[in-house]
């Protein structure tokens, strides 16, 4: 049995027989399962008892590797990702990877976060090329896996067993070498600031990022870019004027911690401050949504990659 995988936002790790409740209410979306070829539907707790056992071995399922998703902050099972191997002549493997979300996961980068952090296990465990069959129609899951490296080859008519039918698919392709070639080449480099400003009752202020922006409806730290020549707590003062409406001094920020994270075209390292005093009242000023909640609630929020791990230092330094 493979150890978990872990992401900022994701557990990859052997699916249980606690996952079969889950697993039956997940995929009676009839929108999740619409796409996936192998996925019966109704989906029975039958269904989800012989997932689980051929995810182990003793099954009746040619699921190869398989791993539930699940939620890093709240605990839930999201979905799954696999990889099936096929041998080859000479001795060398290709494997499919396959996966899927709830639909309350969807929009939220995590299906591309997932593969991911799914490519070194199958690179490791002896594949020298990945496929992938995608529905015409699936354009969002195309994206994920172009994102990865992988690249379209073609259609294939594609036999879908759960659905008694062929479908048309694009057929992607990712081989080791590429893969390697991109995970070692180094991408820019993004500095932004951030900031907790927390009120007398320690909530924390977030903002929702508009429709239009990347990764839109994700909650976030107020702040933004470091302009040239800026210090970090220049550039944090002139954002909040800019985006809230408020006014703050240098001595009122507080550097916290930082993150760092590798997103798909930069890798972001974005200092986080605290503050408990400014001038006005927040008032967003760029379209986003703003939201006082408190830490237990921020655990509920839906945020990007890179703000997810400060979290748990705020709540630490409160």
Avoid at 175 to 201: F, H, M
Avoid at 249 to 257: D, G, K, V
Wanted: hydrophobic content about 45%; glycine content about 8%.
């Amino acid at each position: 049995m493979s150890e978990p995988l872990f992401s900022d936002r994701l557990v990859l790790r052997r699916p249980s027989m606690e996952d079969v409740p889950d697993l039956v209410r997940l995929l009676a979306d009839e929108q999740v399962v619409a796409h996936l070829s192998h996925v019966p539907s109704p989906y029975s707790e039958q269904d989800g008892i012989k997932y689980v056992q051929s995810a182990a071995g003793d099954g009746p399922l040619d699921i190869g590797d398989a791993f539930a998703l699940e939620d890093r902050r709240s605990g839930d099972m999201i979905g799954s990702i696999g990889l099936r191997r096929l041998a080859l002549p000479g001795g060398s493997e290709v494997g499919e990877i396959g996966y899927w979300l709830a639909r309350e996961a969807w929009g939220q980068g995590l299906a591309t976060e997932a593969v991911r952090t799914f490519l070194p296990f199958c690179f490791a465990s002896g594949c020298e090329r990945l496929t992938a069959h995608v529905n015409v129609e699936n354009t969002a899951s195309q994206r994920v896996l172009l994102k990865n490296g992988f690249a379209e080859v073609g259609l294939s008519e594609l036999w879908m067993p759960a659905r008694g039918r062929s479908n048309i698919s694009v057929l992607l392709e990712l081989d080791a070498e590429r893969w390697k070639a991109l995970v070692s080449a180094a991408p820019p480099i993004l500095t932004v600031v951030a900031v907790a400003l927390l009120d007398g009752d320690d909530r924390v202020l977030v903002a929702k990022r508009p429709v239009g922006k990347p990764m839109a409806g994700l909650w976030e730290f107020p702040g933004g870019k470091i302009h040239q020549g800026e210090s970090p707590e220049a550039a944090l003062i002139r954002e909040l004027r800019e985006e809230l409406a408020i006014d703050t001094e240098q001595s009122c920020l507080a550097p916290l911690t930082f993150a760092s994270h590798r997103y798909e075209s930069f890798h972001l390292l974005m200092p986080l401050y605290v503050c408990r005093v400014w001038r006005g009242q927040p008032i967003a000023q760029e379209g986003q949504e703003l939201k006082w909640v408190s830490l237990r609630a921020l655990d509920e929020l839906p945020m990007p990659p890179a703000d997810v791990p400060l979290v748990a230092m705020l709540r630490d330094y409160l």
